[in-house]
């Protein structure tokens, strides 16, 4: 008799350990060779690392860990960055809320880190009852800017425009006012730590996103000025190490400056860090533009969209959906690339971290703890970006349309 | 220029030339196309008769003589460039679909941007056109997700979301599975029962047969021949245009 087929079920694979190890560490002579080898020197490495960790001196990381957040921002003005963490506490919340994956894992990862920094041991207390307090009160915050992410205000835009607002806002809180009683004014000289890496980073990247389209598409333009102008631009600041840039901004455009004007030196690395980014992203862009099919444009000048809409309303989003691996790439190398303003004398984490070593004979041996932690700071920024690119690929479907 | 119904034509080419640099690829286009009208263009490839519809909509440029759509001549002036688009449909051979946009955005599209409508009401008619052509049900996919059949019937329907005078179709069958072909050609079909003013290059020789008031067969950037489906198909003056016709309805 035949087997009616719908009958006939799909055989289950079971799966166990030794068939995984199998599959996976000794598929073949060569892997399992390398498994092995791979094993000795886990076997060799291992145990001396920890035991290195741990007995390592961790004082000039321990003894005052603020330092290498806020620098040296007078201690009685830290309620202001307060505030900014309140601020993106209160974002992470409402992002939460409005994009779902891609960001909740943020939220989460920054309630989990200030759970950690609330709960430390007392013997590592540098914060005080206040500190821990403040770090579990943005706990609430984050559970927070989630229940307002229900109201009217959990909107992609609000979200967007709270966000500017808020940074904007945070700038002119940590700066201050020159004269203001209750906001004087904290020359950026003592700005420093990882808040001024994180700021410095953070404009870059809002800055040089649209100006880095703009030569993108300039440099595709009908417009000869245009078009030269962008390649210009872009070719010159390609082709010029950022520190180049830096030195620049910081001896030379003031010599060339009117003895009264006076930019600000965290401004000019700014804006060299900003115009050094926007190069590489208009190139990035550009690769972007470059994988649109012609019909794309076919099919918009045939239902009568202008130029400009169309750059706007077709090419755009598909072209920026293509490059984010390659934009967030560049945003993480901007981000770490920061650390270059050490060469221009501005205190930013490295800075601090050199500084606090070089000042203080005791822990002159103690440089590898401290560079291991400021690479480890490095690296939990850095990898919630890529994860939280790789989210977002996932969500506009990238590479499987 | 010569029209069936006594009043003006809505499509006027008259020695219509192009050149791709050296290659002469339209070499003295003369046609008029009256409103209503289903005109057919066939011919082998390479024969210039995509570049040819494509000069109607100004997608690309001739370089001597003159096409006139609906009063307007085709000039440098964007502005001409821009009314015409408005009132010319096109539908591609690759449909063109905007990617990132649902099969009801690609279609809303154009009335939002272009003819400043309110977002409801684009969405009332995409969602009418969207029915008209069989597939009310997919209008929140995304491309990717519909068959060719279903992507080339959304392109239609963007197309005439525009409310368009004139409809180009440039090979809109050629791209798709057999069992597909019937569908969009359904559609076509419908459309020029409804009295659109249609120019459809293909060799769907029953579609032709069926719905087209006249063919014209192109070779080498030239009209050959032209005439009604029954003088096309049953009385051919010209070699060419028999030797054509026998390869493709062979099978």
């Keep these: ?50 035991s290195w960790l741990l007995a390592a001196n ?23 960055p307060a505030i ?107 700005w420093g730590g990882l808040m001024l890496n994180l700021l410095v980073a953070a404009v870059g990247i809002v800055a040089s996103f649209p100006l880095g389209v703009l030569l993108a598409l300039g440099r595709r333009s009908n417009l000869p000025v245009v078009k030269l102008f962008s390649t210009l631009f872009i070719e010159l600041v390609r082709g010029v190490p950022l520190i180049t840039i830096l030195f620049l901004g910081s001896l030379l455009l003031p010599l060339f400056l009117p003895e009264n004007v006076r930019i600000d030196r965290v401004i000019r690395a700014i804006i060299g860090i900003t115009m050094f980014s926007a190069a590489y992203m208009a190139e990035n862009v550009r690769g972007g533009l470059q994988a649109i099919p012609l019909g794309q444009y076919d099919a918009a000048k045939a239902i009568g969209l202008s130029g400009p809409l169309t750059t706007i309303l077709i090419i755009l989003p598909q072209a920026l959906r ?40 005791t822990w002159i041996t103690a440089q590898i703890e401290v560079y291991l932690f400021i690479a480890f700071v490095f690296w939990i920024f850095t990898f919630a970006m890529s994860h939280s690119s790789r989210r977002l690929e996932k969500a506009l479907g990238v590479g499987e349309r | ?20 640099d050296d290659f002469h690829v339209l070499r003295g286009i003369d046609l008029a196309v009256d409103t209503g009208e289903v005109v057919v263009i066939f011919g082998p490839s390479g024969s210039g008769k995509s570049t040819f519809i494509r000069t ?9 003589g003159e096409i006139i759509v609906d009063g307007i001549e085709l000039s440098h002036d964007i502005r001409n460039i821009e009314a015409i688009r408005r009132e010319v449909g096109m539908v591609f051979q690759q449909f063109n679909l905007f990617p990132h946009l649902t099969a009801l955005q690609n279609v809303t599209l154009g009335p939002i941007w272009v003819r400043r409508w309110p977002k409801q009401r684009a969405e009332e008619v995409a969602r009418e056109l969207l029915e008209r052509v069989g597939i009310p049900e997919q209008a929140e996919k995304h491309p990717a997700q519909l068959s060719g059949g279903q992507q080339q019937r959304v392109a239609i329907a963007r197309a005439l979301a525009m409310q368009p005078k004139i409809m180009l179709f440039d090979e809109p069958t050629s791209a798709l599975d057999p069992e597909m072909i019937k569908e969009v050609l359904d559609v076509m079909q419908e459309l020029a029962e409804s009295g659109m003013t249609m120019l459809v290059v293909s060799h769907e020789m029953g579609f032709a047969r069926a719905a087209a008031n006249r063919l014209v067969f192109f070779v080498e950037g030239v009209i050959v021949e032209k005439g009604t489906p029954e003088q096309i198909f049953n009385n051919p003056q010209e070699e060419r245009t028999k030797l054509f016709l026998s390869q493709i309805l062979q099978h």
């Design chain 1, 322 to 361: 293509l490059v984010i691996p390659t934009i967030v790439g560049q945003f993480i190398a901007l981000f770490k690339d920061t650390t270059l303003l050490i060469i221009v004398g501005i205190n930013e984490i490295l800075g601090i971290g050199k500084s606090l070593v070089l000042g203080n004979p």
């Design chain 1, 84 to 190: 900014g963490v309140v601020f993106i506490s209160l974002l992470f919340g409402l992002s939460w809320g409005v994009w779902r994956g891609p960001l909740r894992t943020f939220a989460l990862a920054s309630m989990a880190g200030y759970a950690v920094i609330a709960l430390l041991p007392v013997s590592l207390d540098t914060l005080g009852l206040t500190g821990r307090l403040f770090f579990a009160a943005n706990i609430l915050v984050v559970i927070l800017g989630l229940a307002a992410s229900r109201t009217p205000l959990g909107k992609a835009r609000w979200v967007i425009l709270l966000g500017l607002l808020a940074f904007g806002t945070f700038i002119l809180l940590v700066r201050g006012f020159p004269g203001s009683e209750l906001l004087p004014q904290i020359q950026t000289t003592r």
């Design chain 1, 1 to 50: 008799m035949a087997t009616i087929i719908s009958d006939v079920k799909r055989p289950v694979e079971r799966s166990n350990l030794l068939k995984w190890l199998r599959q996976n560490l000794f598929n073949s002579w060569y892997n399992s060779l390398l498994t092995l080898a791979a094993l000795w020197v886990l076997i060799r490495v291992a145990p001396p690392l920890v």
């Design chain 2, 56 to 64: 109607i909509n100004r997608l690309e440029e001739h370089q001597k």
């Design chain 1, 58 to 80: 961790w004082a000039p990381v321990l003894t005052s860990p603020a330092l290498y957040f806020v620098g040296q921002y007078p201690a009685a003005e830290l309620w202001r």
């Design chain 2, 1 to 20: 220029m010569t029209t069936t119904n006594g009043s003006d034509p809505i499509i006027i080419c008259r020695d219509v030339h192009k050149w791709f």
